[in-house]
């Protein structure tokens, strides 16, 4: 799959959706490991890069680089 096409505070599509049926997630926190959080009901999954990378489909919506 592409490389790192996506940063900080974007919501992605994964593969699979979470078992409350929403299929949008936010990335909070990114590092070897990377957090996203469910954007329907909150909750947050601690996921290694590599895996991530596997099960990520697309980017929804970038984060605007306003800095």
């Known amino acids: 799959m592409e490389g790192k096409d996506y940063q900080l505070h974007d919501v992605v599509q994964m593969k699979k959706p979470h078992p ?39 980017v929804l919506e970038r984060q605007e680089e306003t800095e």
Do not use: A, Q, T, Y
């Open 20 to 58: 409350c049926g929403e299929n949008r997630w936010k990335i909070i926190r990114m590092g070897m490991d990377i957090r996203i959080k469910c954007e329907g009901c909150g909750h947050s999954v601690l996921i290694p890069r590599k895996k991530f990378n596997s099960k990520m489909k697309k």
